[in-house]
């Protein structure tokens, strides 16, 4: 049974920062790409970031620059590191398994959610 535990976020003010930490168990983490979602109230989830199990890297427009995604083979986690925040991150922040190796884009291609952390960022 694949799991995926989250940790960090929290509130904070513009242009601080927060990390948000992804403990995976259940499957072979390093064959896979993970993600990192947000969805903010009245709105759909979107993709943040995501990292294929090669190391590659995708970012939304919104967050270039300011978020990282990183993940670590040997603890089975991934992280995002995200900086200059901004009012509009105000969300809730989910990691999420690929059903692949290769990122993708749509919420279709993550079979694995985890339960939700709260980023807000007051201005």
């Known amino acids: 049974q694949v799991q995926l535990v989250q940790s960090g976020g929290g509130l904070v003010q513009a242009g601080g920062s927060l990390r948000a930490s992804c403990a995976a168990s259940g499957r072979t983490f390093s064959y896979y790409a993970m993600g990192w979602f947000r969805q903010a109230p009245g709105k759909e989830r979107e993709l943040v970031a995501a990292i294929s199990w090669a190391d590659s890297t995708y970012y939304a427009d919104s967050v270039k620059g300011r978020f990282t995604i990183s993940r670590d083979n040997a603890k089975n986690t991934v992280d995002l590191q995200m900086n200059i925040l901004k009012p509009e991150d105000t969300a809730v922040y989910y990691c999420?398994?690929?059903?692949?190796?290769?990122?993708?884009?749509?919420?279709?291609?993550?079979?694995?959610w985890g339960q939700g952390t709260q980023v807000t960022v007051s201005s």
């Open positions: 999420a398994g690929a059903r692949s190796r290769y990122i993708s884009e749509s919420l279709d291609g993550y079979a694995y």
